[in-house]
């Protein structure tokens, strides 16, 4: 298991302008909430791969990876879904430079690991959060989940009432 940190002292490394270092961690993300439905994340510290690189001056390069996975009511069906997210976000840090290449995540050599990684999933997730990427949802009629209920599953329509007057027509032969 890798070692839990939520922040990062960047100069601890002491590494000089263009060498690297990549480090195995993990990091705690803070659950997400979705139209009153919590999801957290899982597991509760996510292995992350953060590569280091060192530039000119006091500047960084920034590369975190990881997978998570969210656990919670699929938007369409509201059965549990758990999908899979990859994340590989990159980041520059080179103070003194224009506002651009200015990271929110590092302040005075600290890198933000906790903030960093959950802003990066939150980019990462979709619109909706579905159990299956086919999935049918609920019947808007009787709400039957249509992921079982199978494609024999259909309701009489009501006819439009724009219509309704030509079934009153009479033809007689």
Known sequence: MALRTDTFDLGGLRLSAG????????????????????????????????????????????????????????????????????????????????????????HRGILDLHRWARDALALALPATLLCDAECAGLCPVCGANLNTAGREHVHERDPDPRWAKLSEIRFES
């Open 19 to 106: 060498e690297g270092r990549s480090l195995d961690l993990s990091v705690a993300v803070d659950p997400f909430s979705f139209g009153g439905g919590l999801y957290p994340v899982e597991p509760a510290a996510v292995p992350v791969r953060l590569d280091i690189s060192k530039t000119t001056g006091d500047g960084y390069a920034l590369r975190l990876r990881f997978e998570a996975t969210l656990t919670g009511p699929c938007m369409r069906c509201l059965e549990s879904a758990s999908p899979t997210f990859g994340v590989d976000a990159r980041e520059v840090s080179q103070p003194g430079e224009t506002e651009e290449l200015s990271s929110p995540y590092v």
